[in-house]
């Protein structure tokens, strides 16, 4: 009896392993220690120049955060958004949730060309990317987790793709917040804890005016405040920046979900999350308990580093992040 389904656990091991490599990718998984032989100094160079960043410009810590979460809900965590355009080639950092708003693409370079000194043609852009993001959290005072590693660089990007509201834009109905990141795999809960990532960083005044001067769920005093460097008239002033947390926007802390209950949401897609509906009660729970803010964090980062990677031998190990390998 122990023996026979002892055979049958082992016949269906080896089928999903057949299974597998036939499937190619598809079934390849991330893994932590993925470099621990090939690239061991890895971590230790990747956090070197993400702190040497981090330290001219605390803003870049946002930016390099940000740089992972457009790169992974455009066909995945592969590494398009790096891609420049070229004559024949046209990448997705045009498009309108990129343009003139993402950034952080020097440090990646920085962060490539000392990894490739370490171990050359081995760490994918794409991975450089996820790591980036996770020690610019821990660099702001967030929690760390292991990265999960092993995605390789894609050959193309998809412009139509990173324009198609995959990305959703600050203007979603909490309904289309949900929806987008549900397609991606992630849940609601996930999508709120994500959000907490607008604890740090900028935006520019084009991207919030309508919210200061037309919505009510908006306090009276912050929106003057933000009013005074963001002019209602369209076209003056629309790159100027304000903190998307007002009290620490330096600091990965909870004070975004303190200042969601305050009506202090600098973006239209982070009042919704605290606007009398579904999800009031997760952004009063992140508001009062930073440790499971932390924990859930840490969780739906590693969830959404896991979105449709290349792995096996799809993609490629780009040597230069802004183009593919010729
Ligand atoms: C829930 C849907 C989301 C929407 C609608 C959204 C929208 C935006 C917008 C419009 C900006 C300002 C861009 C600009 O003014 O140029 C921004 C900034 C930022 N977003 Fe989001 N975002 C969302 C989710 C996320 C997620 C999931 C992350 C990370 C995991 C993230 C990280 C950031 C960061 C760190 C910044 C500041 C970047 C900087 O200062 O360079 N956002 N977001």
């Known amino acids: 009896m122990a023996s026979s389904s002892f055979s049958s656990s082992a016949t269906s ?47 870049m810590g946002a930016s390099l955060l940000r740089l992972h979460f457009h790169d992974c809900f455009v066909n995945g965590c592969d590494g398009s958004i790096l891609l420049d355009d070229a004559s024949s080639f046209t990448g997705e950092k045009t498009a309108g949730p990129n343009s003139n708003s993402v950034r952080g693409f020097n440090v990646i370079d920085d962060i490539k060309s000392e990894v490739e000194d370490a171990c050359p043609g081995v760490v994918s852009c794409a991975d450089i990317v996820a790591i980036a993001a996770r020690d610019s959290v821990v660099l702001l005072g967030g929690p760390g987790w292991d990265v999960k590693l092993g995605r390789r660089d894609s050959k193309t990007a998809s412009l139509s793709a990173a324009n198609s509201g995959v990305i959703p834009p600050p203007t979603s109905t909490l309904s289309n917040l949900v929806s987008r990141f549900q397609a991606k795999g992630l849940s609601t809960k996930d999508m709120v804890v994500l959000s907490g990532s607008h604890t740090i960083g900028q935006a520019r005044c084009t991207i919030f005016r309508t919210r200061i001067y037309n919505e009510t769920n908006i306090d009276a005093s912050f929106a003057k405040t933000r009013q005074s460097s963001c002019p209602l008239t369209v076209g003056s002033g629309d790159n100027n920046l304000a903190p998307l947390d007002v009290q620490t926007p330096t600091v990965f802390d909870n004070n975004y979900y303190k200042n969601l209950i305050n009506q202090k949401g600098l973006l239209h897609s982070d009042q919704i999350l605290y606007n009398g509906g579904s999800t009031d009660s997760l952004v009063d729970k992140y508001s009062k308990d930073s440790d499971s803010f932390d924990s859930d964090f840490a969780a739906a980062m590693i969830k959404m580093g896991d979105i449709s990677p290349l792995t096996g031998s799809s993609g490629e190990i780009r040597k230069n992040c802004r183009k593919v390998n010729s």
Not at 13 to 26: C, I, K, N, W
């Open 13 to 59: 091991t080896v089928a999903f392993f057949l299974l597998a490599v036939l499937m190619g990718s598809s079934f390849a998984q991330l893994s932590t220690n993925f470099y621990s032989k090939t690239c061991p100094k890895l971590a230790t160079t990747v956090k070197k120049v993400v702190q040497s960043a981090v330290s001219k410009e605390k803003r």
